[in-house]
């Protein structure tokens, strides 16, 4: 089985631009949970989908921040208008139902300039 | 803050020695989780422990969890040097299992 795969996996842009970040999740995973993980911070759980609804946005930082499944295959986290404190790792991770094993991608590496 | 904290922060010993990292948590918890990370990828799952068990195998890892002290520990016997990576533990909360919450995580180096 493929493992949940991220793109792009590195990111440098200028601030004030929009920055989307892809990820198809493990088939059959009906779980899906967008983290950042920062030095100072650590790893945060931004935002979580079941069956592609949005469950709980409560980490979303900003109105910035804005995430989409639009079906089981495929999520989107977009950042507009990005900032240099947006500088981080994004992971993507999925799970086979609830309280099961999360399967992380091996992240984006954002940085804002 | 944080809800599970590991300690210690860093870790180093030698090939072959037994490697304990603890986490801490303070609300109630459905289960805790531990995960490996090496430099530069995705966290991989280890463990999963529920709120009811007390002790758990895989391989060369044991994890225990005592919920009247909210704490649990992981320990990696007969180390390799492929171990070396950051430890972390990760709580799900009542009805939020899904949500996990990760403390800041162990380094653990282990020297050929």
């Known amino acids: 089985d493929a493992g949940v795969i991220q793109s792009p996996r590195h990111e440098v842009t200028e601030m004030g631009q929009e920055v989307t970040l892809r990820c198809k999740p493990i088939s059959g995973h009906d779980y899906l949970f967008w983290y950042r993980q920062t030095m100072m911070r650590g790893l945060e759980l931004l935002i979580y989908?079941?069956?592609?609804?949005?469950?709980?946005d409560s980490g979303m930082p900003e109105d910035r921040f804005s995430a989409k499944m639009p079906n089981a295959s495929f999520s989107t986290l977009k950042i507009q208008p990005s900032e240099p404190r947006d500088s981080a790792v994004y992971f993507c991770?999925?799970?086979?139902?609830?309280?099961?094993?999360?399967?992380f991608g091996d992240g984006t590496r954002l940085s804002i300039l | 803050s944080q809800q599970g904290e590991e300690d210690p922060q860093a870790l180093s010993i030698q090939e072959g020695e037994n490697a304990t990292m603890n986490c801490s948590y303070k609300?109630?918890?459905?289960?805790l989780q531990w995960y490996r990370q090496n430099s530069g990828r995705g966290l991989v799952h280890l463990i999963l422990?529920?709120?009811?068990?007390r002790e758990k195998h895989s391989g060369r890892l044991r994890v225990t969890l005592d919920t009247s002290k909210k704490s649990s520990s992981l320990l990696i016997t007969a180390s390799r040097a492929a171990d070396t990576a950051s430890y972390f533990c990760a709580t799900g909360v009542g009805n939020a299992g899904n949500m996990l919450t990760f403390g800041g995580g162990t380094r653990l180096m282990v020297k050929p």
């Open positions: 989908f079941n069956n592609n609804v949005p469950i709980d």
């Open positions: 422990i529920r709120s009811n068990e």
């Open positions: 991770a999925s799970a086979r139902g609830y309280n099961q094993p999360q399967h």
């Open positions: 609300t109630s918890i459905n289960n």
